[in-house]
Nanobody, 122 residues
Framework: QVQLVESGGGLVQDGGSLRLSCAAS????????MGWFRQAPGKEREFVAA????????YYADSVKGRFTISRDNAKNTVDLQMNSLKPEDTAVYYC???????????????WGQGTQVTVSS
């Protein structure tokens, strides 16, 4: 099995920064994708960012482009999300996810973490 554990969430002021980290353990897969999703109260879970394990091509939701940066460390099996210029509308539970293989980066993930809370005060 694959286990994903998020860390780094917290409370920040409008305009502040946070860095989230996701650690993966268990078996590895070829052509895997790791991504970040978030879910705010009363909202559906939405895609935030993703990166391929091999090529390292990043993908971002339009709402976070220019503010968030996703990165990976294959040796440590981790993926980070650097969040800058945070806004109150970024408040949500952030989830790490892993897809074993495929081409669609914004959906159809196989494994999920428990989530970490990010709160941005106005």
């Amino acid at each position: 099995q694959v286990q994903l554990v998020e860390s780094g969430g917290g409370l920040v002021q409008d305009g502040g920064s946070l860095r989230l980290s996701c650690a993966a353990s268990g078996r590895t897969f070829n052509n895997y994708i790791m991504g970040w999703f978030r879910q705010a109260p009363g909202k559906e879970r939405e895609f935030v960012a993703a990166i391929r394990g091999s090529a390292g091509t990043p993908y971002y939701a339009d709402s976070v482009k220019g503010r968030f940066t996703i990165s990976r460390d294959n040796a440590k099996n981790t993926v980070d999300l650097q969040m800058n210029s945070l806004k109150p509308e970024d408040t949500a539970v952030y989830y790490c996810a892993l897809k074993r293989s495929g081409y669609r980066f914004d959906a159809l993930y196989d494994y999920w973490g428990q989530g970490t809370q990010v709160t941005v005060s106005s």
